[in-house]
Nanobody, 112 residues
Framework: QVQLVESGGGLVQPGGSLRLSCAVS????????MSWYRQVPGQEREWVAS????????QYADFVKGRFTISRDNVKNILYLHMNSLQPEDTAMYYC?????WGQGTQVTVSS
C-alpha cells in the first residue's frame, strides 16, 4: 500500500524557516522523481519544486528560488523541503507527490 505522509508544517514568523518531510512507503524514492506542491483555499494547486531520482539538478518555481531547497534521503525514503526566508505569501497547504500519489498535506502559516 502506497502512503505519502507529510509533516513539519506549522506557524512561523516572517523571515523564519521550516523543514517539511514526506515519508514514503510502498515505493522507493531512489527510482522516483518527487515533487512538492502547495495550495491556498480557492486557488489552483501550484508546483513548488521537484527532485529527480538521483537528486541532481533540482527544479524550483521562480517564487521559491534561493529560499527553498528540496532534498531526499533515499535510504530512509523521505523527501524534504527546507524553507527559509518565509513570507506571508508562502502560507498554504503543502503536498508531496510521487508518481500518481499525493500526501494529505501539511499546513504552513507565515504570520507575525
Amino acid at each position: 500500500q502506497v502512503q505519502l505522509v507529510e509533516s513539519g508544517g506549522g506557524l512561523v514568523q516572517p523571515g523564519g524557516s521550516l523543514r517539511l518531510s514526506c515519508a514514503v512507503s510502498g515505493f522507493l524514492l531512489r527510482y522516483t522523481t518527487m515533487s512538492w506542491y502547495r495550495q491556498v483555499p480557492g486557488q489552483e494547486r501550484e508546483w513548488v519544486a521537484s527532485s529527480t531520482s538521483v537528486g541532481v539538478d533540482p527544479q524550483y518555481a521562480d517564487f521559491v528560488k534561493g529560499r527553498f531547497t528540496i532534498s531526499r534521503d533515499n535510504v530512509k525514503n523521505i523527501l524534504y523541503l527546507h524553507m527559509n526566508s518565509l513570507q506571508p505569501e508562502d502560507t498554504a497547504m503543502y503536498y508531496c507527490r510521487g508518481r500518481t500519489y499525493w500526501g494529505q498535506g501539511t499546513q504552513v502559516t507565515v504570520s507575525s
